[in-house]
């Protein structure tokens, strides 16, 4: 096990830059979830964690080495890919211990090796089996045990998840996570789905055009984002965004409602105001939205509601059992603690 | 095969049920055509099959079943010591050209695929150009070659220019872009150096298309005329094809022997095609990832 530090990471391809220094330290046996759109440079970073690309600029350290002129297989790492790559014509027992066959080890060792990997993922039964005799989620468990073989200092997960159908992704997710707890290395893992980065991780790196947008625990990002991007990514249904202006100390709301935050905003500048479905609901407070009901997603216990006003669809969450109707002119109001805002120009979070 | 496969469905029990279409002509064509096309290919094989059970007096004979079927001519020629020459040279021939371009063909294949390096497509480009000269073009050039190289009448210098061929290293570069980097650099975390992944990833996923250029390369030597023709000058260093050639005199070719000879020699081509053919079948690349 060890920490990782990254210092200033560039990734240069030709002239196209696709990380732009990017900077990040990761604690021992941490679960750390990178997450962003694609073409954020999520997996570029992994990869070049893996010393599968070399870095243009920057440093990579593992356990306070620095791995940059490293080989992949001297770096202590093990990677689980998007496609498992696991080899076809080996079977489990082969493909969990390819890992081991540089290793300089007994063959009993390594037979021992095996056995207690695929006891720790429950595949003990599974290891005459060819990969075409498993199904989905068996398969991504032999790229694990692969992967955990060898006991590497960093476990890297590359979009490990995305080729599941969503129960056995459900499943998976949470077995990744007991494993996690159970065998305690520091994990990388990336993902494109939010929902995956706020259940599994310890912290969460979101990342956009190859710059790191926040670092930050699940609580962190979700209620403290630090920026427009951050706030719409994480947590579904996305952030709703109003404008509003600051005027006479006060939030002077596109609806003509007017907030009152507390001191320290900016005096005449244009404001976004971010708040979340669930915090947003019909009643009879300061109006931040008033227009029709346009659609209605009943889930049961809740009822989403998504209501037109100011050119935009804003998303909230009304009562289950007696939701407002479509076309229902409706009035959508929330705690003022519930609000972030933002700088209209920057985007960044003013509190 | 679990219980409810073998159970009929209710699509399978209409469809017994269902009166039967009659052929449209659009069909029976094709059958015909087919069937022609069928019979084009076997013919020749019949016959050579036929005239090596005739008596040479009977050989201009078109008559497809002899009237005195015997088998003397398989007794002469396998009794012949030059056919077993010929025949172990052919073996010999055939067998390292078709594993040197195993080796070789899926080698450069690999490294043109899977590695980024400057010139890459050039070569790749130069290789296969090569595909566009005729053999015949390039005989005069090997001889030469052979000649001062003292290769002449030798089994190196019948070898030498089919050990690697364009075609086998284009078919091998097409066959890898199908194997996903993903197992590659799977491989190289896990430690395996560059050749132990080409040789233990890469080729076992790529195993029907050795099997084909097996087969392809192996007919192509087993069946090779003409360089062999040239190159060889004593009757020990002749290939099977060049031997039979040589059978009867300038006065009288022994048709019924070379057959029987040709019937003799489609043997290891036979077996080697039954052997490696469920390689081709099999389509084992994407057994390994997602389901």
Known sequence: ??????????????????????????????????????????????????????????????????????????????????????????TVRKNIGFGLRTAKMSKADKDARIDEVAGILGMTDLLARKPSQLSGGQRQRVAIGRAMVRDPAVFLFDEPLSNLDAQLRTQMRLEIKKLHQRVGNTIIFVTHDQVEAMTMADRIVIMRDGHIQQVGTPAEVYHKPANTFVARFIGAPSMNMLSGMVENGALRMASGATLDLGAGLPEGREITIGVRPEDLHPGDGPAL????????EPLGHETLIYVGAEGQEVIAKADGRTPPNVGEVVTLTAAVDTLHVFDAATGDALR | MTATEI????????KTEAPKKPANMGQILRWMLLFLGGVAMVMPIAYMISTSLKWPHEVYNLKLIPDEPHIENYTYVLEDGRFYWWFVNSMIIAVITTICNVIFDSLVGYTLCKFRFPGRYIVFIAILSTLMIPTEMLVIPWYLMSQQFGWL??????????????FGTFLMKQFFETVPDDFIEAARIDGLNELQIWWTVAMPLVKPALAALAIFVF????????????????????????????????????????????????IPTLIVFLIFQRYIIQGVVMAGLKG
């Open chain 1, 1 to 90: 096990m060890a920490d990782l530090a990254i210092r200033n990471l560039v990734k240069r391809y030709d002239k196209t830059e696709v990380l732009h220094g990017i900077s990040l330290d990761v604690e021992d046996g941490e679960f750390v979830v990178f997450v962003g759109p694609s073409g954020c440079g999520k997996s570029t970073t992994l990869r070049l964690i893996a010393g599968l690309e070399d870095a243009t600029g920057g440093e990579i350290a593992i356990g306070g080495r620095v791995v940059n002129n490293l080989e992949p297989k001297d770096r202590d790492i093990a990677m689980v890919f998007q496609n498992y790559a696991i080899y076809p014509h080996m």
């Open chain 1, 289 to 296: 939205v008033r227009g029709p009901v346009t659609v209605r």
């Open chain 2, 7 to 14: 159970r009929p469905t209710t699509d399978a029990l209409l």
């Open chain 2, 153 to 166: 009448d030798t089994y190196w210098g019948i070898m030498f220019p089919g050990l690697m061929t364009a």
């Open chain 2, 219 to 266: 007919l192509g030597n087993w069946t090779a005329f003409i360089w062999p023709l040239i190159v060889t000058n004593s009757v020990e260093m002749y290939t099977l094809p060049v031997g039979l050639s040589s059978f009867g005199d300038e006065a009288d070719v022994a048709w019924e022997l070379i057959m029987t000879g040709a019937a003799i020699s489609t």
